[in-house]
């Protein structure tokens, strides 16, 4: 994949084309979505011999087919996984999976139903700190830049998180991906995209340059009253933010974020 396309969903269209023409996407299919592809757990296993994975005890992932591997794996180790719950509704919006009481049922537990059914619903504060975050992409490029479906939900996640210190600089940023998904053009990223530090294949294991910043925080300005009103976590801290220190009172989010919103 000698050039990148300039807008991202181009990127996006590009790459899940060629994944169903080289027949390496699996069910449901790449399109859309972040794609499930062939060698997934071959990647899965070849994060588990990085450093940073060795080091973490709390991993942070996405829900998608191609990091389940990745969830599973992680519980059978031992380790603390946090999910989010699917578009942030709910107040306690992330899922709690303790490698203590899910012996032999880790696979199930890692799924996006299982994960439901056996994860703990808790609070953003109530997280602790996080080692390794996994995200999904859809693309990468070795130096760093990601791009995920377009959601949005990865960005605000990481955001969130960033705000209550349960991500620092001590986190890890990984993603597994097809050699496929690796572009050597460039990737366009703005300041509320997520950079990976590290790309895992079936094959190798990239170390990126952090030569994109982590977003560092909530980008207000960038999201809709109505995204803010559907998400209970972002209507409190809205609120919270509106009376500010000594009673002040900032100027409400009005505008939309950029339809290039990652996730």
Known sequence: MPHAPRSKQAIRERVWSLLAERRVARFPGAWGRIPNVTGAEAAA???????AWRAARVLKCNPDAP????RTLALRQGKRVFMAVPRLRTERCFLALDPGRL???EREAASIRGAALHGTPTRLGDLPRIDLVVAGSVAVGRDGARLGKGGGFSDLEFALLVERGRIGPWTTVATTVHPLQILKGAIPMLAHDIPVDLIVTPTEAIA???????PVGIRWAELAEEKIREIPVL???AGRRARGPGGDRH???TRRRSRDADG
């Open 45 to 51: 296993r070849r994060l588990a011999e990085s450093p």
């Open 67 to 70: 990091q389940w591997p990745v």
């Open 103 to 105: 012996a032999g049922r």
């Open 208 to 214: 990126c340059p952090r030569r994109h910043p982590r």
């Open 235 to 237: 209507q409190r801290l």
């Open 251 to 253: 100027r409400p989010p």
